[in-house]
Structure formats: C-alpha cells, structure tokens
C-alpha cells in the first residue's frame, strides 16, 4: 500500500462511513489523513492495521482501560471542539505507539450486536414452531446473539418477548408484514467462530467494546449484552464455519437451527458454497434450518425480493433455508431488516 492509497483509505473512511454517523470519528479519521508521522507508522505495520478501524479500536482500548482521561473525556463529549479531539488523537497515538503495535497486530477489528436478535427471534419462531432445537450461531464473535432467550425485544404494538427485567432491552420497529413474535425452545447455544471472543475475558471483553464506535449509542448496550452473556454462558468453541462445522453437527441429536448474521460475506465465495454443502450434508438423518441474516447477494439462492424503501440504510436480508435428507429442501426469504436491527419489514 503507498501513502496516498492510505491517506485516501481514511479520507473515504471520514467522508463515506463516519459522516453523519460518528462526527467523533469523522474528525479523527480526517485528523489522522493529515499526520503524515502517523502515516510512516502504519506503513511499516501489517496489512490488516491499515484499515481504520483498527487504529480506532486500539485507541479506543487505552481509553476504556482508563490510560488516557483526556482523550477520554473527549470521547465522553467533553472536547471542545471535534478539531481539537482529531490532534489530540494524533498526539496520543504518536506518544503510545510503542503500546499499540503489539494490540494492533494481535488484534483484528470485531464486531457483535445484540440488535440482531429482533431479526432471529421471528426468524426462529418461524422455522422451528415446535419441537426445541439446538442453536449453532457461526462468526459468533462474543456469542451476543446467543442471549437472546434472556434479552427483551420490543416490537411495539406487535407485542413483547424475553423477561421483562433483563437489563438487555432491544426495540425493532416492524415497519411492514407480520412477524411472529413467539418464543422459541432451545435446547442448546452454541457458537463457532475462528476467534471467539471470550465474555468472561476482560482483555477479549474490553476488546469488543473498544471496537464499537463511542459515539454512536451502542456501546452501553453491548457492556450489558457482554455482561449477560457472561452471566447466561454459551458453548463457545474455536473453530472454522467449513472445516469444523461437520464434526460439531454430527456430535448433536435432534433438530438444529444455524444463524449467520452478517458473518457469511467474511468467507470467500467457494467456502460459501462449501458452508452450504456441510449443512446439507449434515442434514442426512434430520432437519437442519440455517437463518441467514446477510446483506443482499451474500446468500445464493434465496428468492428475489426487492428491499423496502426504507431512508437511510440499505436493508439486509433475512433468509431461511431447510435442508433434509442430505439436501436443500425449501429457500425463503423471510424479509429485509436493519443491519442493527433497529427494523424490520417481514414478507409474510
Ligand atoms: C462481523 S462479525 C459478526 C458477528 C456476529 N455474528 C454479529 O452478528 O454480531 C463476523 C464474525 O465472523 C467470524 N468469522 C469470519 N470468518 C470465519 C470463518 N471462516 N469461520 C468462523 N468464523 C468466522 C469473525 O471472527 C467475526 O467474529
């Protein structure tokens, strides 16, 4: 990578994904395009620290173990002006930098919204209406997903799941169809992922909330998310969503519902399809239902659908396919959602 494509990565990253999202990282990120000291370290670290979120995760780390109050402060909405915070950022990371590289690359930027469950829970309550199943969620990151069960989730009008003192509560606005809004029986929680973060781990913990943007309101809810996935544990285990999956569905009796959400667009396409021959070919002697909850054309195969028109976010798809007797029986797709889950419009 030369220095201009970097300086364009984050000039891109200010304008296209921070702007009117986080000022708090718009500022930042055009801070850091212009520190050309900052930019010769990044050259000289790995690929993968290129990207900006991983410098903003690692700064952010420093900040959450309450090293640098002043940049604290400004992350809690005390700067004086967004500027000010952009030097003050350049400033610190230049004086840390001997504490970030090794956190930068051991590191990669991950992701885990509680949200989602708004967009599994009709999911499930749709394919698997009777019997409990087992719950297989891969590219589960902290497994925040697998909580669903102890979480509230609001629906509005269209009415109200989970025990109503968790300290999760999730609101979704079902802006179109009618989505069941029933429990669902779980016999088991299990979550693969390549590098599962640990709830129970401060360092893994810390981690994922340093990768969540300060300023945009979900830093709070994934620290009561990671507490109650500590609190309520999940099967958790290292492993690839291809290579592993066969062994983990063999060793589990009975109908088994797979979730991915937003986590099959981090395989190639060939391990895509790979992902789907496994969960057929584990489907010999049962059911298998896999929810995929994915951005459009992640997903082969599903029904074409056109997404509502709904300002603001590009909807993603929520899909649901059963494959039985070693094969795909039935593709559907169940409707669009907000990535976060913040909506929902159900096709049915
Ligand atoms: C964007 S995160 C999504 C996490 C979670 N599903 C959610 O919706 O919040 C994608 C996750 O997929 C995992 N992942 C990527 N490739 C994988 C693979 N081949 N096998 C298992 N997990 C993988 C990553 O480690 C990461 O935790």
Redesign the pocket.
């Known amino acids: 990578m030369t220095r201009e494509e970097l300086v364009a990565g984050w000039r891109w990253f200010a304008e296209r994904e921070c702007r009117g999202y986080s000022p708090l990282y718009e500022a930042i990120s055009t801070a850091v395009a212009a520190s050309t000291e900052l930019h010769e370290r990044l050259l000289a670290c790995s690929n993968h620290v290129r990207q900006p979120n991983m410098l903003l995760a690692a700064m952010h780390d420093l900040v959450l173990r309450g090293e640098e109050p002043d940049l604290g402060a400004h992350y809690g909405g005390a700067a004086p002006t967004v500027a000010d915070t952009g030097h003050l950022f350049v400033e610190t990371a230049l004086r840390r930098w001997e504490d970030l590289v090794p956190v930068l690359e051991a590191r990669?930027?991950?992701?885990?919204?509680?949200g989602?469950i708004a967009v599994l829970a009709p999911a499930l309550a749709t394919v698997a209406p009777h019997e409990p199943v087992t719950l297989i969620?891969?590219?589960?990151?902290?497994g925040?997903?697998l909580t669903l069960p102890h979480c509230r989730i609001d629906f509005g009008d269209r009415g109200v799941l989970g025990p109503p003192g968790s300290p999760v509560c999730v609101e979704c606005a079902v802006l179109g169809g009618n989505p069941p809004v029933r429990p669902t029986a779980i016999r088991r929680r299990i979550g693969?992922?390549?590098?599962?973060?640990g709830p129970n781990d401060p360092d893994d913990a810390r981690w994922l909330l340093a990768c969540t943007w300060p300023d945009t309101g979900r830093l709070e809810r994934t620290r009561a998310a990671l507490a109650l996935a500590a609190a309520h544990p999940s099967d958790l285990r290292t492993?690839?969503?291809?290579?592993?999956?066969p062994a983990l569905l063999t060793a589990i009796d009975g109908p088994i519902v797979v979730?991915?959400?937003?986590?099959l667009?981090?395989?190639p396409e060939d391990?895509r399809a790979a992902?789907v021959d496994v969960l057929a070919a584990g489907s010999a002697d049962r059911r298998i239902s896999w929810i995929s909850?994915e951005a459009p054309g992640v997903v082969d195969g599903l029904p074409q659908i056109d997404p509502p028109d709904v300002a603001g976010t590009s909807a993603s798809v929520v899909g649901a396919t059963t494959f039985r007797n070693g094969t795909t029986v039935e593709r559907t797709t169940l409707g669009h959602a907000h990535p976060h889950g913040r909506w929902l419009w159900w096709h049915r």
């Open positions: 990669r930027t991950q992701t885990n919204e509680v989602r969620d891969v590219g589960t990151s902290a925040l997903t693969l992922d390549r590098r599962p973060l492993g690839d969503a291809v290579t592993d999956l979730t991915t959400t937003w986590a667009a981090y395989l391990a992902f909850c």
